[in-house]
C-alpha cells in the first residue's frame, strides 16, 4: 500500500520536546487500537460455547463468528489502505476506529446470530480501514532509528494481542459475560477517538482511483470459499450447495484476475507473485496463521464441550501456548539472519507438524497437562518462527520500492489464512460439535498435522535460500 506524505503547508509546527511527545503519544494511541484488532481475531474463541448457549448458534454460526471478523479484515485491507490515501490516513482511521466501536457495541447487544455475526462484520470492515492507516501514520511520523523502534513496537502487538485474546476472553466470559469481549472496546475506541486528533497531524490526501470492484469480487470469492468449506460438514463434499459455492470461489477469483489486469489502478498488483519471495512469504503467512488460529479454535471448544472446563480456565491453558508462540518468533527472528529463511520455515513447520501428532491420539479422559498442552506448546513454538520468516522472505528479499505492496499482499493473506483455517477444520471436527466426543477434534487436529508436514516440504522447494536483507519496510502485524 502507498502513503501519505506529510501536509507540511498545513500542519502546526513545533520544536523541541512537544513534537517527541506527541509523536509517542500518537504511537501508543496508535497501538492501543491495534492491539483491540488483533485481540478479537482470539478473543472470541474461548467464549464460543457461551455464545452458542445464549444464543443458539450452530456449528454454522460459530464458525462464521470467527471467520466473518477475519474474512473482511484481510479481504478489505488492500482497499482500506487506497481509501488512506484518498481520504487522508488520520481521517480514514477515525473512521475505522468509529465503526469498529460501535459494531463491538452491536455485537455486544446481540440477542440472536443476526446481530452478532452483523456486528463481526461490520467490526472487520472497520479494522480493515483503521489498520492500514495507523501503519501509513507510524511510517510517516518516525524516521531513521526512530522509525525502526515504532515498527519493532508495532510488530509485537501480533504475539501480544494473540495471547490477550485468549486470557481477556476466558476472564470475562467467566466472569461478567461473554458480551463483554465486545464491550471492553467501547470505552477504549471512544477515548483513542476523543484523544487522537490532538496528537496525530492530518496529512494531505494524495489522488487515487479506488478499485472497488476488486475489492468486492475477492472478499466474495473469499466468502463464496469459506461457505464451501462450512457447508460441506453438513451437506457433505459432494454435496451440490458445496459443489456450488466451491464453484462460484474459483469463478469469482477468476473473474477478480481478469479484473485487476484490467484496471489502470489494480487493488492488489497480481505480478507480486511472480515473485518468489512473495509468493513464498504469502504461502508461509496463509499456513502458519491457519495452523495457529485452528489450533485456539479447536483446543477451545475441545475443552469446554469435551472436558467441560471453564472458560477461564481454557484461558489460563492457552496462556503458555501464546508464551510458546510469542518464544517461537524471537528464536526465529534471530535464527534467519543466521541460517537463512528456508531452513527456519521448513525446521517450523516439521516442529508444528510433530507437535500436533500427540493431539490426533486425544480422549476423554486422562490429564489434559499431559496431552494437549505440550502438542499445543511444541506446535505454537514451530508456527511462531514460520511467520517471521514470512514476513522476513516477502519484505527483505525484494526491492525496497516494492515492499509496500508485499507488506499488502502479507498481510491479507494472514487474515484469510485464518478464516480457511477455522472454516475447514470446523467442518473435519462437525460430529465433535455435535456429539461432544472427541472423534471429530482429534480428525481436525490430524488435517493440521498433515497440513503442517506438506507445507514443510513446499517450503523446502519454494522459500529462497539465503539470508534476508531488511529493507525499513512494513511489517505485518
Not at 485468549?166 to 477517538?193: C, D, K, R, S, Y
Not at 455435535?434 to 471429530?440: A, S, W
Amino acid at each position: 500500500m502507498t502513503h501519505s506524505s506529510p501536509d507540511t503547508s498545513h500542519a502546526p509546527v513545533h520544536t523541541g520536546p512537544s513534537v517527541d511527545t506527541r509523536r509517542w503519544a500518537a504511537l501508543a494511541l496508535i497501538c492501543v487500537a491495534q492491539f483491540m484488532l488483533i485481540l478479537d481475531v482470539t478473543v472470541v474463541n474461548v467464549a464460543l460455547p457461551d455464545m452458542a448457549a445464549d444464543l443458539s448458534l450452530s456449528r454454522e454460526a460459530l464458525t462464521w463468528v470467527v471467520t466473518s471478523y477475519t474474512l473482511c479484515f484481510g479481504g478489505l485491507m488492500l482497499l482500506g489502505g487506497r481509501l488512506a490515501d484518498v481520504l487522508g490516513a488520520r481521517r480514514t482511521l477515525l473512521i475505522g476506529l468509529a465503526l469498529f466501536t460501535a459494531a463491538s457495541l452491536a455485537c455486544g447487544l446481540a440477542d440472536g446470530p443476526t446481530l452478532l455475526l452483523g456486528g463481526r462484520i461490520a467490526q472487520g470492515i472497520g479494522a480493515a480501514l483503521l489498520s492500514p492507516a495507523a501503519l501509513s501514520i507510524v511510517t510517516t511520523t518516525f524516521h531513521g532509528q526512530e522509525r525502526n523502534k515504532a515498527l519493532g513496537v508495532w510488530a509485537a502487538l501480533g504475539g501480544t494481542g494473540a495471547a490477550a485474546g485468549v486470557l481477556v476472553g476466558g476472564a470475562l466470559t467467566g466472569g461478567p459475560g461473554w458480551q463483554w469481549i465486545f464491550f471492553v472496546n467501547v470505552p477504549v475506541g471512544l477515548v483513542v477517538l476523543a484523544a487522537l486528533p490532538a496528537v496525530v497531524a492530518a496529512r494531505a490526501p494524495q489522488p487515487s482511483r479506488l478499485d472497488v470492484p476488486g475489492a468486492l469480487l475477492v472478499t466474495t470469492g473469499t466468502g463464496a470459499l469459506i461457505y464451501g468449506l462450512v457447508e460441506a460438514g453438513n451437506s457433505g463434499w459432494v454435496s451440490l450447495p458445496t459443489l456450488l459455492s466451491l464453484a462460484g470461489a474459483v469463478g469469482i477469483y477468476g473473474t477478480f484476475a481478469v479484473v485487476e489486469r484490467a484496471s489502470r489502478a489494480p487493488l492488489m498488483d497480481l505480478g507480486m507473485f511472480t515473485r518468489r519471495p512473495v509468493l513464498a512469504g504469502a504461502f508461509l503467512m496463509l499456513v502458519a496463521t491457519a495452523l495457529l488460529i485452528s489450533y485456539f479454535f479447536l483446543g477451545s471448544l475441545y475443552l469446554q464441550h469435551v472436558r467441560d472446563f471453564s472458560p477461564l480456565r481454557t484461558g489460563l491453558v492457552f496462556l503458555p501456548v501464546a508464551l510458546a508462540t510469542g518464544i517461537g518468533a524471537h528464536t526465529g527472528s534471530r535464527l534467519v539472519g543466521v541460517v537463512g529463511s528456508r531452513t527456519v520455515a521448513v525446521v517450523g513447520l516439521a516442529v508444528a507438524a510433530a507437535g500436533t501428532v500427540p493431539l490426533t491420539r486425544l480422549s476423554d479422559t486422562g490429564s489434559v497437562y499431559a496431552s494437549l498442552l505440550p502438542g499445543l506448546v511444541a506446535a505454537s513454538l514451530g508456527v511462531g518462527a514460520v511467520f517471521v520468516t514470512a514476513t522476513t522472505t516477502a519484505l527483505a528479499m525484494i526491492e525496497h520500492r516494492e515492499a509496500g505492496l508485499a507488506s499488502g499482499v502479507v498481510n491479507t493473506f494472514h487474515e484469510v489464512g485464518g478464516s480457511i483455517g477455522v472454516a475447514v477444520v470446523s467442518t473435519v471436527a462437525a460430529s465433535g460439535f455435535r456429539q461432544g466426543t472427541v472423534g471429530g477434534f482429534t480428525d481436525a487436529f490430524t488435517l493440521c498435522t498433515v497440513a503442517a508436514a506438506v507445507g514443510a516440504a513446499l517450503a523446502l522447494v519454494l522459500v529462497p535460500q539465503g539470508k534476508p536483507r531488511m529493507t525499513g519496510a512494513p511489517h505485518v502485524h
